[in-house]
């Protein structure tokens, strides 16, 4: 049985789908949930809800790739998450496992997605763990992992030290057709460190990260990779170095793919000095030169994708000294203006820029969406990108407010949101500005 | 958030060396030669800070700088409160921010603060109230300014002409926030040269990038230098792999007066203190003609009571000593 209001016609929009490679304007009709015609109606379409779309980027619905949700105080705050995700035009949240209470066990998942159905409106996919407790000594129920749900298998930001470990998980997810996410990092090296080794960790005297850190893990685990035969995705890479690796491993044919995120490409250590805690992220933002290699890489497509890397926080979390402050960014509401910053900067085409949020997350974790193909759900949002707006902490959805681009000036912003077909966003008139 | 820049020509807060303009370092250099005097005579006290209140928030332990902060505060006149961390409820899981609330409720005017963490100093002055002045007294490794002036301020008494002078920092520039506030001092004052010496694991990497040149072995660093400024070693450096042994660091990088004899006949000795004899410094240097190391901490009561001065917004003219 088809219902009116689910039929949808999106006149006059610039549809970039990079999965099909179109880029051109179209008038696109959804119905049932699903993408149903273009620029003619599908049959059985009945006329009359319509979005004028003339002037607006039509694109699949984005696929964060690492959405943490809520504080560490409050376990699950999915439905501000989703909203946030929403609003920034993102259907789809991969939940990364070192969160709390950490994803080693089914059970964890159902809870997830049960209650990701009641209270959320993005899709959420679970990345279970790679190790118990991830406490980087026994193998996960892998397989059960993956019925029960999990796109993917991560011990997440707690590094496996024993290799030992990390090569029979690596096997074992390998066996299961598992692809597993590694956040490469030497433990001893970034002990206690909170910013890049460099001139500006110098002078403000903050314990730091040297970029061998990274390096020495990726190294570690291209070895692993080379000798299980697993498909693995690097996340979060920082430095010049870290991109050089994996250039050679996918030159070398190893099933490996990366991502970054979005402010690694736009901020770098001197953001520092001012000691915001608001710029504390791990990994830390490295030197200038680093962030030039990981926007090089973007744009050769040694990093496939991007994400926001979103980690809500309380603002009891960032308000103590820098090296105490937690570190992350509430980034789901502005990873569509800082990617398509890049595209501004002329780093990237649009077809590019999108891909980065969509077809390829989607690829790597193995996902349906990213597309708009007719058949394809229609997961997608609509993009003013001449808009230009400012983020004020207080307009925020998310539950933490904890974003370093809040009060600047913004290019590109979110109209409306579809998942499933459904319009579950809408950009109100009183916050265009 | 970023914290409002004090209007030229005026001190508010002092957290680090950085923020200061060459003019106000010999501001506050010269305030604090005019109370020299007052330090030396009978009736040591001056009553311009009289009705302030100067809160000393220490959340590390100290001897030296509290003492001369506390001393510097009285002969201006403020009314003292000393808050040590280990009697306070700081200790209980008091948040700091909690903790400068309720000192804010007191009506202090002054807040001088010593916290292990590195850009706490920032932290207290980005959420202390508007008319409060935060003094940094340490914070982790990144600044120590009082000392680094008070350090420049010795100098300057022996040697007035500072850009003809070769500055050696010798040892834990690594984990030493007075190293950092020192080079900052010094390079913003037009030193000819400013050297760090010791081995690769005390050197943090790009240090040059502050203006210093770096060398690894005292034998290189010491020729030519007007003045020699000699890091306390502490003793955990002993764990994590940073240094072999105590021995090996004082036969490699210890201030003798063999190695002395390599620097300039009338060079300078300087320590911040507490000195750790036999490790990086031998006895007869640190007790020897070239040390000023005692008059570093005399000199830490004209330079606080300076700073203090101008933060509460009087200074500079003659009738502040009457």
Known sequence: ?433 | MTLPADPPGQLHHLLDIQSLSREMIVRILDTAASFMSVTERSVKKVPLLRGKTVVNLFFEPSTRTRMTFELAAKRLSADVLNLDVEHSSAKKGETLLDTLRNLESMHMDMLVVRHNESGSADFFARHAAPHVCVLNAGDGRHAHPTQGLLDVFTIRRYKPDLSKLVVTIIGDVMHSRVARSEIEALTKLGVAEVRVVGPRTLIPRDIEAMGVRVLYRLEDALPDSDVVIALRLQRERMQGALLPSEGEYFSHYGLTSKRLALAKPDALVLHPGPINRGVEIASDVADGPRSVILEQVANGIAVRMAVMALALGHAGSKEHLA
């Not at chain 1, 880029?23 to 009709?29: R, S, T």
């Not at chain 1, 925020?396 to 409306?416: D, K, Q, W």
């Open chain 1, 1 to 433: 049985m088809t219902s009116p209001t689910t039929h949808w016609r999106l006149r006059n929009g610039r549809l970039i789908d990079p999965a099909q490679q179109r880029d051109e304007v179209v008038d696109l009709y959804l119905m049932d949930g699903k993408v149903a015609g273009l620029n003619t109606p599908p049959t059985n379409f009945y006329p009359g809800q319509e979005i004028d779309a003339q002037g607006s980027w039509i694109i699949p619905g984005i696929v964060e790739l690492s959405a943490h949700l809520g504080h560490s105080d409050q376990t699950l705050a999915i439905a501000s998450e989703s909203k946030a995700g929403i609003a920034g035009g993102i259907t789809t949240l991969a939940i990364p496992p070192d969160i709390h209470p950490c994803i080693d066990n089914p059970a964890v998942v159902e809870l997830i997605q049960l209650r990701g159905g009641r209270y959320g409106q993005a899709h959420l996919r679970v990345v279970g763990g790679l190790t118990t407790g991830l406490n980087g000594e026994a193998l996960t129920e892998m397989a059960a992992l993956k019925e029960a749900g999990c796109v993917a298998i991560s011990n997440g930001q707690r590094t496996v030290t024993n290799s030992l470990v990390l090569r029979r998980a690596m096997e074992y997810a390998a066996s299961h057709d598992l692809t597993i996410l590694l956040y490469a990092s030497d433990p001893w090296l970034s002990a206690s460190g909170c910013a890049h080794e460099g001139a500006t960790s110098t002078r403000l005297g903050l314990p730091s990260i040297p970029s061998a850190a990274e390096t020495i893990g990726i190294h570690r685990d291209l070895a692993l990779v080379e000798l299980t035969g697993v498909r693995a995705h690097f996340c979060r890479l920082t430095s010049a170095g870290g991109v050089r690796l994996i250039e050679q491993a996918k030159a070398k044919g190893l099933a490996v793919t990366a991502d970054v995120a979005v402010h690694h490409l736009h901020l770098c250590d001197e953001n520092l000095i001012n000691l915001d805690t608001r710029y504390r992220v791990d990994p830390p933002l490295r030197s200038r030169t680093d962030r030039q290699a990981l926007r090089d890489a973007v744009a050769s497509g040694v990093i496939d994708a991007i994400c926001s890397d979103h980690r809500p926080l309380s603002a009891d979390a960032k308000r103590s000294p820098y090296p105490s402050a937690k570190a992350g960014i509430s980034g789901l509401e502005t990873l569509v203006p800082l990617t398509l910053a890049l595209i501004n900067d002329g780093l990237l085409s649009p077809t590019q820029a999108i891909s980065a949020l969509t077809a390829a997350p989607a690829r790597l974790l193995n996902l349906d969406g990213g597309n708009l193909c007719i058949g394809a759900a229609a997961d997608l949002c609509l993009i003013n990108p001449q808009a230009r707006w400012q983020l004020a902490a207080e307009h925020m959805h998310s539950s933490g407010r904890n974003n370093p681009f809040t009060g600047n000036e913004l290019a590109g912003r979110v109209t409306h949101t579809f998942v499933g077909g459904e319009l579950v966003y809408r950009l109100s008139d009183n916050l265009k500005n």
